[in-house]
DNA sequence: AAATCGCCAATCATCCATTTTCTGATGCAA
DNA sequence: TTGCATCAGAAAATGGATGATTGGCGATTT
């Protein structure tokens, strides 16, 4: 299984993109990125295209490209569209998902609360592995929900979410991990009206401290 | 305003896909797109690798394109996803969209009505015409919804929906322009139920009669 | 202040090297 | 003779380099 450059290529700027390491709104020029990525101006082309595409970045006609601005506006789209299809999705997720479905949430569930712990005691643990293991806890409890399509979406919409998280450098400590536990309560008891509950809980309360955190920048 | 060369490739092929000119699942070789649409590997690459993280063609690794698969649990799956976000967006935009959203609901009407009758008649219109029309009223309907990211992912959904309804060739006649009759006076009166129960209809009636088509073609 | 000139960067093509995959032919065995 | 496995050649995809063209942006001039 080799995969290919314009595949890695385009998974690192993904990653620099949602992780602050590329800003928002910054230009990207060619021959940086050049420099950067170590590929060929037509890869990176490639790349960027496809980031183009899913909203992570903008092609501005003829002037080449710019990781996507980040606005307040912005940031409730994603969060009411997140609600929406992982409301959706944990419902049917619930409501169908086979028992290897629950062990997968448990097992997600136990890597995300351990590193959750060493955030919580000070250990400045990688943002990258923390966000690795929340993503892969969201994911897992949707995981059930028999549509692939459903999944994509999600995963597209959450990752642009996530990178609000990551350049306001939120972490809610015990109130999340407070609310990861009773999601992962909810989906063993395949409790949906409590699952909901907590999860727009969960989204809002995210928002909230990154609009928080995007106002004390501001100032 | 000059818009680039991938750019218009990228709009072609995706247009020929959607409307079967590229059969599903078909290989897509590098020499034979160079000649149908007279351009470079790298720009072809570019706007192969859009419609890949789009769903409408998938990268086979090292083996280059080929055109996204059809199946029935797929259309089940975006009909599904289709229902989820334009309910959704339908009713947002029942609810806050302004005057002018009023008028481009009934200008979309008209358009979309004038040629149905006319294809209702036994006139073989241009598909890719009533397409545009049919996309541009149900996009009309929930364009005051006020989410920007909403509506892209609406529009994502719906033309992979689309193409099950072009590569049947399915065109339900009057049924569907009843429908689409009554959701023009829903939204004129902002009666976001009766919207909501004909916009299901709707697309479940689409989808029977795709599968119906898929049926007899596999027959 | 507005228009123009020149520079820089993006776009895109052609050519080429490398690597992987597909195809078909050959040889061995049943 | 037929079926299957293996291997060699062909074909195709990947990715880099170079160069021509074009559009955008800033500085200078009127």
Redesign the pocket.
């Known amino acids: 299984?080799?995969?290919?450059?314009?595949?890695?290529t385009y998974e690192k700027m993904r990653s620099d993109i949602i992780f602050g390491l590329l800003p928002p709104a910054s230009?990207?020029?060619?021959?940086?990125l050049?420099a950067r990525y170590?590929?060929?101006?037509?890869?990176?082309?490639?790349a960027?295209s496809r980031l183009a595409s899913e909203g992570l970045a903008v092609?501005?006609?003829?002037?080449?490209?710019a990781v996507a601005p980040i606005s307040e506006a912005n940031l409730r789209e994603l969060a009411a569209l997140r609600t929406l299809i992982e409301l959706h999705a944990l419902e049917r997720s619930f409501q169908v998902g086979h028992v290897e479905w629950k062990s997968q949430v448990v097992a997600a569930h136990h890597k995300l609360s351990r590193i959750e712990q060493r955030m919580i005691a000070g250990d400045p643990c990688d943002r990258v592995e923390w966000k690795r293991y929340d993503s892969g806890f969201h994911h897992a409890l949707i995981m059930g929900c028999g549509s692939g399509e459903l999944l994509a979406v999600h995963g597209s919409v959450f990752d642009r979410y996530l990178r609000y998280q990551m350049v306001y450098l939120t972490f809610r400590g015990q109130i999340a991990a407070d609310e990861h536990q009773a999601l992962l309560e909810a989906a063993l008891e395949r409790d949906v009206a409590r699952g909901k509950e907590v999860l727009v809980r969960h989204i809002e309360g995210g928002v909230a401290h990154a609009l928080r955190a995007h106002a004390a920048q501001g100032a």
Request: aromatic letters at 4%; hydrophobic letters at 40%.
């Open positions: 299984m080799t995969l290919s450059l314009a595949q890695t230009r990207l020029r060619m021959e940086e050049r170590h590929v060929s101006v037509p890869t990176l082309r490639e960027l092609a501005e006609d003829q002037r080449g490209f």
